[in-house]
Each structure stands twice: as structure tokens, then as C-alpha cells.
């Protein structure tokens, strides 16, 4: 029976200080349990492009499995890649529906074709979001791995590299979108039994993308907290998928928030889907009981009675020009003392959400030699304001006279955090058109500038699938902005992400040119034998491979 939600919670300041959520007992129950064969070091990977469909006794394809079936593929490839002595390192994001609602690789065949034509291209490897969702859909602590294993074999086949992105949000806007994935169905049950579960804003509207940070804690979830779920989620992750680990899984990218950033859904993810977004002020969301009994219990310390009952009064709504606001204007309410104790409250909240699921994290893969990153989000669009609106309703402080990812920076460099985040290829010029007051060069400077200062790997993402050379020289300038001038170049960078348009003529011959440039083509090469003699891959041939695509 599911533990009851306080009808009162209480709240105390030093919850605002590091905490460490008491651990259960873990307890294996994962359907999908295997024992794969480490993979070989020190010698060159010869692969055979051959894709079984068979699979082990616990659900995953072995690696080494060469028993012919339908779904093989007869090209024989040899594949010999040098190690990389330079550049920066591309990947490419895999389809958000790469496994499907049950747990099944979706078009094998395709992926396999795919995989082949990405190594050959001299990509480093593929970026594969772990959806808690599909994974934990059965109930809580019952784990099926089965497709994502499927996938980490199929990688180290094609000699490629997996960064998993473990998605503890929502994919897609609703039922109706094809990439719908929810929250675990039993996660759904507990927040229509309470539904303060959720974020709320002041209109009372409900967001199930993302679990309340305000009951990180609280034994909301069938007698565990949210944050034990995730741990429980990751330690389970990380004994299933151990021989990979540092070898072939070289990276794990813990989701904070709403699609995967460390931030509040202060906009719906339908309304960053429309082409005006770029006005969005964003809601705070901070209405519902758990944060309003942290928000109350902060103000009653501060001695201030009055500032408890809830989020700025005229912050106007999602749509409202921020010079017609009292709180968001030039000379508004944000730069007042009562400003900085609400915004310093709920950006704390967010900084706290994020210690506490950076801890659990560095516990759980230590020694596993696997780097770890956590993303924000780029909110470029009130970003020449005084007050950013959008950045502040989201919980970054950031404003024109306070950096707000400078404490952020600082945090994931305690806990060895790569920083993640995306709009590289977003010009102002482009940009300005619809909002004047938009600036993702800007804003994209001034992260970059704090995680070198704070001596933090950096991780770029495009936020449109953009094939066009210009969009491709921007991500090139802004990587060399961050990198540039530092002994040991610490940037990659993650194509989103991998579907048919990919793989079209044109479009690959502006990605693979995009990718030597990114790679130094001169260091780091792939050579294919494809049986004519020919040492290296033809647009021609990658576009043929991969015309069964249909993602």
C-alpha cells in the first residue's frame, strides 16, 4: 500500500543544505539481467555487419551470437579506427523511440544499416536515452532492459561508443504524439492519488513531466522518495550494464527536470513546440504543497510573515510583454529585497534537487570509469532583458547584474560533471528577427565562459535537426569559443538526432564534412573494406545503405 502523502508538510532551512536520502535496501528484480563478454582492449574491433535478432536467455542480443536469422545483414565489413589524438568527438542522438513502449528495438535491420554508415562516417558514437518509463513500466523495482542492451551490443559491434541518457521525464506532449512515452504508469497512479506529486503554477495547472523537486525526500512514490527511485533506477543500470562500463558505455547523462535539464517546467513542452515560443515568460512553479511548505518555512526564518503564501504577485502570464509586468520590469519587484528572497528560494531549490541527484550519482558509478554529465537549458529568448523573465520562471538567477550558472558550474565540478546544453547552432541574427530581445549567442557565451572558468567539460546539442552548413559552422565557432587556447580541448558534441532526412544525400555530405572538421580528419579516420579495394566511404555508398531508413 502506497504511503500517504502529509496532509501538513513541514519544512525546516537546513533542508536547503547538502542532504542525502536515506537508501532502501536495493533489491534486484530487473527482467532483463545479463552477463555480457567484457570487450577486448588494446586491439583493433573487426566486425562483421551482421544483426542477429536472436537473443539470450535474459533478453538481450549477445554481443558474439552468429547464428543466421532474418533480420541479418550480409555486407562484411573490417573496421580500424585510430585513436583520437585531437578534435572534438561527435555523437549522434538515436531516435527517441529507438526502443519501443515494450521494451523492443524498433527496425533492427535499419538501425544495424544506420550504426555502420554513422562509424564509417567517423562518428564516435551514439547518444541512447533510457526512458524510466519503458524500463520501469511494470511496476516499481522491476527493471527490463532487454532493448537498451540490445542496442550497447549492436554499438560495440560497429566499434561505436554509447553515452546513455538515463530520462527520468516525459517523451512527447501527449498520447496523440508518436514519440509519446510517460512517466511509469505506476508513477501516473500515485500522482492522481496525490496530485501535489506534480508542479503546479499559480492557475492551478498541473505538469506531470517531471516529479515535484519539492518531494525529493518525502516516501511519495509506494514508500520510496523520488530521489531513492532514481537511485535505485541507476544502481540497477549500472550492475546490469558493468562490462560495458568505461569500455563501451563511456558516458551516463542523469536527467534533473523536464526534458532532462535541471530546470522547472515553467513552460509546457507543447508551447516550446510553437514557432512563438520565443515570447514565453514562463510560470513559477511553485504551487504545489510540498514547495509552498519549503517557501513558507524560508520566510518564516527570514522573519518575513507576508512573503510565505506563494510566487510574485505580477509576473503576468506565459504571454505577456515582461515591460508590462510589475515583478518582471526594468524597474520591477525582481530587484527588490523581496525579489531577491523569492528568486534566491526557488533557484536554491533547483541547485538543491541537483546536489542531491549529482551525490547519488557519483556514489553509484564510482569507479566504474564512466564520466557523468547532467544538461540545462539554453532559454536564450528575454535574454536581453534586465530581469531574463524566461530564465527566472525556469529557476536560473540569472539576471543583468547576478550570473545564474556560475553556481551550477561550481556544482557539477565538485561531483566531476561534464555540462551539457543545447542551441549551438542558433545565431542571434536568425533569432532577433522574431524576438529582438533573444540573444542565444549571448547566452551560450556566458555559460561557456563559467564552465571553463570552473575547468568543466563541456557537451553541445543542437536544438533543431538543422543540416545546413551555416548551422553546422556555428556549432564549429562556438566550440571553438569554448575550447580554444585550452592545453587539452574538453568539448564534444551531440548531433540530435538520428533519423531518415540524416542520411539523405545532401544532408550527409554536410554531416560527415561537418564531423572531420569537428574530428581533425587527419588524426582520426575510418577505414572500410567493402571488398573493391576502396579505403574510405562514399556519400554515394552511405545514402544506398541507408535508403531502408524510415525513422
Given at each position: 500500500m502506497p504511503i500517504a502523502s502529509p496532509s501538513t508538510p513541514t519544512f525546516s532551512p537546513s533542508f536547503c543544505r547538502k542532504t542525502r536520502s536515506d537508501s532502501i535496501r536495493f533489491v534486484k528484480t530487473s527482467t532483463a539481467r545479463f552477463r555480457p563478454t567484457p570487450p577486448p582492449s588494446h586491439r583493433p574491433l573487426t566486425i562483421s555487419a551482421r544483426l542477429n535478432s536472436s537473443t539470450t536467455s535474459n533478453g538481450f542480443v549477445s554481443p558474439d551470437n552468429n547464428n543466421n536469422n532474418d533480420g541479418e545483414l550480409q555486407h562484411g565489413v573490417s573496421l580500424s579506427r585510430r585513436h583520437r589524438r585531437g578534435g572534438s568527438p561527435v555523437f549522434v542522438t538515436l531516435p527517441a523511440d529507438a526502443v519501443t513502449g515494450s521494451g523492443q528495438v524498433r527496425r533492427r535491420k535499419a538501425m544495424a544499416q544506420s550504426f555502420r554508415a554513422l562509424a564509417a562516417a567517423g562518428v564516435e558514437g551514439v547518444v541512447m536515452e533510457v526512458w524510466w518509463g519503458v524500463v520501469e513500466r511494470e511496476g516499481p523495482r522491476v527493471y527490463d532492459w532487454g532493448g537498451y542492451g540490445e542496442i550497447v551490443a549492436m554499438a560495440r559491434r560497429y566499434g561505436l561508443k554509447v553515452r546513455a541518457a538515463l530520462a527520468f521525464h516525459q517523451c512527447?506532449?501527449?498520447?496523440?504524439?508518436?514519440?509519446?512515452?510517460?512517466?511509469?504508469?505506476?508513477?501516473?497512479?500515485?500522482?492522481?492519488?496525490?496530485?501535489?506529486?506534480?508542479?503546479?503554477?499559480?492557475?492551478?495547472?498541473?505538469?506531470?513531466?517531471?516529479?515535484?523537486?519539492?518531494?525529493?525526500?518525502?516516501?511519495?512514490?509506494?514508500?520510496?522518495s523520488p530521489i531513492q527511485a532514481y537511485a535505485d533506477f541507476m544502481r540497477n543500470f549500472r550492475d546490469t550494464f558493468r562490462p560495458f562500463l568505461g569500455g563501451i558505455i563511456t558516458e551516463i547523462q542523469v536527467g534533473m527536470g523536464p526534458a532532462g535539464e535541471l530546470r522547472y517546467p515553467s513552460c509546457p513542452i507543447q508551447k516550446l513546440t510553437w514557432a512563438w515560443r520565443s515570447r514565453e515568460l514562463g510560470e513559477f512553479q511553485c504551487y504545489d504543497k510540498y514547495m509552498l511548505a519549503s517557501l513558507n518555512a524560508c520566510a518564516r526564518e527570514t522573519g518575513m510573515r507576508e512573503w510565505e503564501n506563494g510566487g510574485p504577485i505580477g509576473a503576468s502570464n506565459l504571454m505577456q510583454d515582461p515591460e508590462s509586468t510589475e515583478f518582471f520590469k526594468t524597474d520591477g519587484s525582481w530587484n527588490t529585497p523581496y525579489g531577491?528572497?523569492?528568486?534566491?528560494?526557488?533557484?536554491?531549490?533547483?541547485?538543491?534537487?541537483?546536489?542531491?541527484?549529482?551525490?547519488?550519482?557519483e556514489t553509484i558509478f564510482r569507479g566504474t570509469e564512466v564520466n557523468t554529465s547532467g544538461k540545462v537549458a539554453a532559454i536564450h529568448w528575454h535574454y536581453g532583458t534586465q530581469s531574463h523573465p524566461s530564465e527566472l520562471t525556469a529557476g536560473y538567477y540569472n539576471t543583468s547584474n547576478r550570473d545564474g550558472y556560475l553556481p551550477i558550474a561550481r556544482m557539477f565540478g565538485r561531483y566531476g560533471f561534464n555540462l551539457c546544453c543545447t542551441s549551438f547552432e542558433k545565431q542571434d541574427a536568425d533569432e532577433k528577427q522574431m524576438n529582438p530581445l533573444s540573444s542565444p549567442e549571448g547566452f551560450l557565451r556566458q555559460l561557456l565562459l563559467v564552465a571553463r572558468n570552473c575547468d568543466v567539460p563541456m557537451?553541445?546539442?543542437?536544438?533543431?535537426?538543422?543540416?545546413?552548413?551555416?548551422?553546422?559552422?556555428?556549432?564549429?565557432?562556438?566550440?571553438?569559443?569554448?575550447?580554444?587556447?585550452?592545453?587539452?580541448?574538453?568539448?564534444?558534441?551531440?548531433?540530435?538526432?538520428?533519423?531518415?532526412?540524416?542520411?539523405?544525400?545532401?544532408?550527409?555530405?554536410?554531416?560527415?564534412?561537418?564531423?572531420?572538421?569537428?574530428?581533425?580528419?587527419?588524426?582520426?579516420?575510418?577505414?572500410?573494406?567493402?571488398?573493391?579495394?576502396?579505403?574510405g566511404l562514399s556519400s554515394r555508398w552511405a545514402v544506398e545503405c541507408c535508403a531502408v531508413l524510415a525513422y
Amino acid at each position: 500500500m502506497p504511503i500517504a502523502s502529509p496532509s501538513t508538510p513541514t519544512f525546516s532551512p537546513s533542508f536547503c543544505r547538502k542532504t542525502r536520502s536515506d537508501s532502501i535496501r536495493f533489491v534486484k528484480t530487473s527482467t532483463a539481467r545479463f552477463r555480457p563478454t567484457p570487450p577486448p582492449s588494446h586491439r583493433p574491433l573487426t566486425i562483421s555487419a551482421r544483426l542477429n535478432s536472436s537473443t539470450t536467455s535474459n533478453g538481450f542480443v549477445s554481443p558474439d551470437n552468429n547464428n543466421n536469422n532474418d533480420g541479418e545483414l550480409q555486407h562484411g565489413v573490417s573496421l580500424s579506427r585510430r585513436h583520437r589524438r585531437g578534435g572534438s568527438p561527435v555523437f549522434v542522438t538515436l531516435p527517441a523511440d529507438a526502443v519501443t513502449g515494450s521494451g523492443q528495438v524498433r527496425r533492427r535491420k535499419a538501425m544495424a544499416q544506420s550504426f555502420r554508415a554513422l562509424a564509417a562516417a567517423g562518428v564516435e558514437g551514439v547518444v541512447m536515452e533510457v526512458w524510466w518509463g519503458v524500463v520501469e513500466r511494470e511496476g516499481p523495482r522491476v527493471y527490463d532492459w532487454g532493448g537498451y542492451g540490445e542496442i550497447v551490443a549492436m554499438a560495440r559491434r560497429y566499434g561505436l561508443k554509447v553515452r546513455a541518457a538515463l530520462a527520468f521525464h516525459q517523451c512527447g506532449t501527449g498520447p496523440g504524439d508518436p514519440f509519446w512515452i510517460p512517466l511509469p504508469q505506476w508513477v501516473l497512479e500515485e500522482m492522481d492519488k496525490d496530485p501535489d506529486i506534480a508542479y503546479s503554477d499559480r492557475f492551478g495547472r498541473r505538469n506531470t513531466e517531471y516529479v515535484s523537486l519539492g518531494c525529493d525526500i518525502l516516501p511519495v512514490l509506494r514508500g520510496r522518495s523520488p530521489i531513492q527511485a532514481y537511485a535505485d533506477f541507476m544502481r540497477n543500470f549500472r550492475d546490469t550494464f558493468r562490462p560495458f562500463l568505461g569500455g563501451i558505455i563511456t558516458e551516463i547523462q542523469v536527467g534533473m527536470g523536464p526534458a532532462g535539464e535541471l530546470r522547472y517546467p515553467s513552460c509546457p513542452i507543447q508551447k516550446l513546440t510553437w514557432a512563438w515560443r520565443s515570447r514565453e515568460l514562463g510560470e513559477f512553479q511553485c504551487y504545489d504543497k510540498y514547495m509552498l511548505a519549503s517557501l513558507n518555512a524560508c520566510a518564516r526564518e527570514t522573519g518575513m510573515r507576508e512573503w510565505e503564501n506563494g510566487g510574485p504577485i505580477g509576473a503576468s502570464n506565459l504571454m505577456q510583454d515582461p515591460e508590462s509586468t510589475e515583478f518582471f520590469k526594468t524597474d520591477g519587484s525582481w530587484n527588490t529585497p523581496y525579489g531577491e528572497f523569492f528568486l534566491g528560494w526557488y533557484s536554491r531549490m533547483l541547485l538543491l534537487h541537483g546536489e542531491r541527484i549529482c551525490s547519488e550519482t557519483e556514489t553509484i558509478f564510482r569507479g566504474t570509469e564512466v564520466n557523468t554529465s547532467g544538461k540545462v537549458a539554453a532559454i536564450h529568448w528575454h535574454y536581453g532583458t534586465q530581469s531574463h523573465p524566461s530564465e527566472l520562471t525556469a529557476g536560473y538567477y540569472n539576471t543583468s547584474n547576478r550570473d545564474g550558472y556560475l553556481p551550477i558550474a561550481r556544482m557539477f565540478g565538485r561531483y566531476g560533471f561534464n555540462l551539457c546544453c543545447t542551441s549551438f547552432e542558433k545565431q542571434d541574427a536568425d533569432e532577433k528577427q522574431m524576438n529582438p530581445l533573444s540573444s542565444p549567442e549571448g547566452f551560450l557565451r556566458q555559460l561557456l565562459l563559467v564552465a571553463r572558468n570552473c575547468d568543466v567539460p563541456m557537451e553541445g546539442e543542437n536544438s533543431a535537426a538543422t543540416l545546413d552548413d551555416g548551422s553546422f559552422q556555428q556549432v564549429v565557432k562556438m566550440s571553438k569559443f569554448y575550447s580554444g587556447g585550452l592545453k587539452t580541448p574538453s568539448f564534444s558534441f551531440n548531433f540530435v538526432r538520428m533519423d531518415k532526412n540524416l542520411f539523405e544525400y545532401r544532408n550527409w555530405v554536410s554531416f560527415t564534412r561537418f564531423v572531420r572538421q569537428m574530428s581533425d580528419t587527419d588524426i582520426f579516420r575510418a577505414y572500410l573494406d567493402l571488398g573493391g579495394g576502396d579505403t574510405g566511404l562514399s556519400s554515394r555508398w552511405a545514402v544506398e545503405c541507408c535508403a531502408v531508413l524510415a525513422y
